[in-house]
């Protein structure tokens, strides 16, 4: 026999190594779709419902309605370059490196109710229970281990709850503010189904609450200035500069708001998660003055600056509804960005300082009087952060309505 042809040889040699590697590749393939399929399965009840009948019908007679969904009058520009340059100088304080100071919960502190009226405890991120004229209201509560459809992935809170949720008082209302993971939490709606309070919601959320086994009795739902009243309070939709989805085939498809609480001797405002827009100057003539505003300050980035206001635009939206004392929320439980953990909390104190507003920074599950408000107190460990001048916040399409007056 002859000599094998050299340029056979190798193909021969090749052939069992590509082989392999296609075996190594379907293996691979396979793998990632058994872990997309485990993921979609653990998370399919938590995506929620769409809405459809008389509810997608309340949906498309909206003013925010387009094109079916919701949209921005100031629509929300992200800067990708300048999202992707972020990536690469991420904070290595992203996270607390040891166990966050908190105060002790009691359900007896609640019993007695508070002297002025007025009283609030913050239990992280945008989570809070408001006391208000004889009401309580709870917002955006999330308990949840993690802000995520599954229990496998996504960001993981830094403190376990601070109290159990049968646990807190009765509760008259629970204002969701949008549908996104860190503020529509499937785990807790799920526990309050024995509950006898109301749900006050954008449009559209009362799809998911009801596939959830929430009864539409219990849930109401409210286009940007709409109302309605429980035991007294009067609770109004605010506008808001934000978005809204729980997969990615549903941005948009349930309403974004906030929330004015006007009471018979009080008023907070709830700002929800939003970027700065002209309609807050609206809300303060329209609902104002408010005694307490809870305004989001964290999780903000420069590659995204319609979405989050960021400290100094926080305290800006504060001046513009007409806010007393200021509690910044939205910070202090996830990480959702790549500044310090600390960094909106320091931030909204240099400015709020620099324009005469009262901002207080109560430690998590510390309750507090708004009308006493006392001095502020690190109760945070000291680590390096970014100032507004080393990374600002700047909202598009403003003008000089970003610029914060200074007292």
Same mark, same amino acid.
């Given at each position: 026999?002859?000599?094998?042809?050299?340029?056979?040889?190798?193909?021969?040699? +090749?052939?069992?190594?590509?082989?392999?590697?296609?075996?190594?590749?379907?293996?691979?393939?396979?793998?990632?779709?058994?872990?997309?399929?485990?993921?979609?399965?653990?998370?399919?009840?938590?995506?929620?419902?769409?809405?459809?009948?008389?509810?997608?019908?309340?949906?498309?007679?909206?003013?925010?309605?387009?094109?079916?969904?919701?949209?921005?009058?100031?629509?929300?520009?992200?800067?990708?370059?300048?999202?992707?340059?972020?990536?690469?100088?991420?904070?290595?304080?992203?996270?607390?490196?040891?166990?966050?100071?908190?105060?002790?919960?009691?359900?007896?502190?609640?019993?007695?109710?508070?002297?002025?009226?007025?009283?609030?405890?913050?239990?992280?991120?945008?989570?809070?229970?408001?006391?208000?004229?004889?009401?309580?209201?709870?917002?955006?509560?999330?308990?949840?281990?993690?802000?995520?459809?599954?229990?496998?992935?996504?960001?993981?809170?830094?403190?376990?709850?601070?109290?159990?949720?049968?646990?807190?008082?009765?509760?008259?209302?629970?204002?969701?503010?949008?549908?996104?993971?860190?503020?529509?939490?499937?785990?807790?709606?799920?526990?309050?189904?024995?509950?006898?309070?109301?749900?006050?919601?954008?449009?559209?959320?009362?799809?998911?609450?009801?596939?959830?086994?929430?009864?539409?009795?219990?849930?109401?739902?409210?286009?940007?200035?709409?109302?309605?009243?429980?035991?007294?309070?009067?609770?109004?939709?605010?506008?808001?500069?934000?978005?809204?989805?729980?997969?990615?085939?549903?941005?948009?498809?349930?309403?974004?708001?906030?929330?004015?609480?006007?009471?018979?001797?009080? +008023?907070?405002?709830?700002?929800?998660?939003?970027?700065?827009?002209?309609?807050?100057?609206?809300?303060?003539?329209?609902?104002?003055?408010?005694?307490?505003?809870?305004?989001?300050?964290?999780?903000?980035?420069?590659?995204?600056?319609?979405?989050?206001?960021?400290?100094?635009?926080?305290?800006?939206?504060?001046?513009?509804?007409?806010?007393?004392?200021?509690?910044?929320?939205?910070?202090?439980?996830?990480?959702?960005?790549?500044?310090?953990?600390?960094?909106?909390?320091?931030?909204?104190?240099?400015?709020?300082?620099?324009?005469?507003?009262?901002?207080?920074?109560?430690?998590?599950?510390?309750?507090?009087?708004?009308?006493?408000?006392?001095?502020?107190?690190?109760?945070?460990?000291?680590?390096?952060?970014?100032?507004?001048?080393?990374?600002?916040?700047?909202?598009?399409?403003?003008?000089?309505?970003?610029?914060?007056?200074?007292?």
């Amino acid at each position: 026999m002859g000599a094998v042809p050299p340029h056979e040889a190798g193909a021969a040699a +090749r052939t069992p190594w590509r082989r392999s590697m296609r075996r190594a590749l379907q293996l691979v393939a396979i793998t990632l779709l058994a872990i997309v399929g485990v993921l979609v399965i653990d998370g399919w009840t938590a995506f929620g419902a769409r809405a459809t009948g008389v509810r997608r019908q309340r949906m498309a007679a909206s003013p925010e309605w387009a094109d079916n969904h919701f949209v921005n009058p100031q629509p929300l520009v992200n800067l990708l370059g300048r999202s992707l340059r972020d990536l690469t100088d991420v904070s290595p304080y992203v996270t607390p490196r040891a166990p966050m100071p908190s105060a002790t919960v009691q359900p007896a502190q609640f019993r007695a109710a508070p002297a002025s009226g007025l009283r609030v405890t913050w239990f992280g991120h945008s989570s809070t229970l408001v006391e208000l004229d004889g009401v309580r209201i709870l917002t955006d509560p999330v308990w949840s281990h993690r802000v995520s459809p599954t229990r496998f992935l996504g960001p993981q809170r830094w403190a376990a709850p601070l109290i159990a949720l049968d646990s807190l008082p009765s509760v008259d209302v629970v204002l969701i503010s949008h549908d996104h993971y860190d503020h529509l939490d499937y785990g807790n709606i799920r526990a309050m189904r024995g509950w006898t309070n109301v749900f006050v919601v954008p449009l559209g959320i009362g799809a998911h609450l009801e596939s959830w086994g929430i009864p539409a009795a219990r849930i109401i739902e409210l286009d940007w200035w709409q109302d309605t009243t429980v035991r007294g309070l009067r609770i109004v939709a605010t506008p808001a500069r934000h978005a809204s989805g729980r997969i990615l085939f549903d941005n948009d498809a349930k309403l974004w708001a906030g929330f004015a609480l006007v009471g018979q001797s009080h +008023r907070v405002y709830y700002s929800g998660d939003t970027g700065l827009f002209p309609a807050l100057a609206d809300i303060g003539a329209r609902l104002g003055p408010f005694d307490l505003t809870m305004i989001e300050v964290g999780q903000y980035g420069r590659g995204w600056p319609d979405w989050h206001l960021g400290p100094e635009q926080a305290v800006r939206a504060h001046q513009l509804v007409r806010g007393r004392v200021m509690l910044p929320v939205h910070w202090g439980m996830f990480a959702l960005a790549y500044h310090a953990w600390t960094e909106p909390m320091e931030r909204a104190l240099v400015a709020g300082a620099a324009a005469g507003v009262t901002v207080i920074d109560p430690e998590l599950g510390q309750s507090v009087d708004p009308m006493s408000p006392l001095l502020p107190v690190r109760w945070w460990p000291p680590v390096p952060w970014r100032r507004a001048e080393q990374d600002p916040i700047v909202a598009t399409q403003m003008g000089s309505l970003a610029a914060p007056q200074v007292h």
